[in-house]
């Protein structure tokens, strides 16, 4: 699908005031170069990874895992959520799937069925729940919509649904009680921020999101983090040193991986472009990481 957004996307990221910068210390709209590509076909079609953008759709209509929408509450709010559950006969871990600054799409969807092949149960909540022009979410706004709203999502307003759904997790008589986190882009930073947060969280998964830069915000931080990141996406990755030193002085478990010529996006965009030649060889990377990170931390 084509995404002819990157224009109005560096005029919006160079007009928005500091105040609005939200839970990852920096501007989530800027560098979205790799979402601007068109990808005509699936880029692959392996089971044992996520489809790309244009392949989740279909994944999605044909998969055979219980899928279900559930509104999580949130004080006097509702959080729409949507949950995968895996097919195996004991109790599961659970991750919450944080959707990009294009809000709950069908691609953050398939991440989670993936997940729930995987043997996870699965939640992704949308963000957006309640900003709509008629009280919807993402579904209403549209995509060139959620990057508008997603501005007036503060890291209050993300720790504090995220304790919602993590709590609601908890809830699930199928789960085993451990929750992590994985986010993308403006989710993998909201997942790393939440994770500096709550202190109770088991684990939580970065994809190429910006960390924070004031060393306050660690203060709390315990649960591990994995942070996986294009090589070719210095935006966010010139902070990995300082987000590694301050989470060694609370002996926290930080494990980043950039992958060469990978960019921005790449689970998202695996066939790449010219500039990222390397997002497919990453995505067969990460992902494995992923599911050992996971593991050893949920089971």
Known sequence: ????????????????????QTAQG??????????????????QNNPNLPADNAGAPARL??????????????????????VVYPERPDKAPVVIVIHEIFGLSDWVRGVADQLARDGYIAIAPDLLSGLGPNGGGSQELGEQ??????????????????????????TISSSNGKVATLGFCWGGGTSF???LHQPALDAAVSFYGPMPTDAARYANAKAPILGLYGGNDNRVNA?????????????VDYEPHIFDG??????????GNEQAPGNMKATEQAWPLVLAFLKRHLQ
């Open 26 to 43: 920096a501007d989530p709209h800027a560098g979205h170069m790799m979402e601007q590509q068109t990808t005509a076909a699936p880029a």
């Open 239 to 251: 902070n990995i040193d300082f987000a590694k030193s301050e989470l060694a002085k609370h002996h």
């Open 193 to 195: 921020s939440y994770a």
């Open 61 to 82: 209509k044909n998969s055979p895992r219980h899928q279900e929408w559930v509104d999580v509450k949130d004080g006097d709010k509702k959080i729409k959520s949507f």
């Open 262 to 271: 990978a960019g921005h996006g790449f689970l998202r965009q695996q066939s």
């Open 145 to 170: 919509g959620s990057t508008q709203a997603i501005r007036n999502v503060s890291v209050d307003d993300t720790n504090r649904m995220l304790d919602a759904v993590r709590a609601y997790a908890k």
């Open 1 to 20: 699908m084509k995404r002819q957004m990157f224009t109005w996307l560096c005029a919006a990221a160079i007009a928005a005031p500091a105040a609005a």
